[in-house]
């Protein structure tokens, strides 16, 4: 059975910095679309980072919001997602998940399944 599981997340102070890690139970890791999303209660998930499948050149695209701030990446051999989250803000809060789905019109489309995701808070 698939299994996502995100950790990393964490308080920090406005400013600071979080290293988010997906480990993922799926054979053929780097031929997936990976991406991170994002939600806060009442509000839909958001596309946080999206990285493209190795045989599609494992490009980057990100929101605007994090554009400059966040990185995504991937470790093939551990079969881990990577975030790299940098001068967060109030506005990052919310509950980060990994998610591996379908690569169409160099959009990340996500799928099945989604992990539990782990929560990032920034406050002062």
């Known amino acids: 059975q698939e299994r996502f599981v995100e950790s990393g997340g964490g308080s920090v102070q406005p400013g600071g910095s979080l290293r988010l890690s997906c480990e993922a139970t799926r054979s053929g890791f780097s031929n997936y679309p990976w991406a991170w999303y994002r939600q806060v209660p009442g509000k839909e998930r958001e596309l946080v980072a999206c990285l493209s499948p190795i045989t599609k050149g494992s490009t980057t695209t990100y929101a605007n919001s994090v554009k400059g701030r966040f990185t995504i990446s991937r470790q093939n051999a551990k079969n881990t997602l990577f975030l790299e989250m940098h001068l967060l803000k109030p506005e990052d809060t919310a509950v980060y998940y990994c998610?591996?789905?379908?690569?169409?019109?160099?959009?990340?489309?996500?799928?099945?399944?989604w992990g539990q995701g782990t929560q990032v808070t920034v406050s002062s």
């Open positions: 998610n591996a789905g379908t690569w169409g019109g160099n959009v990340c489309t996500a799928g099945e399944p």
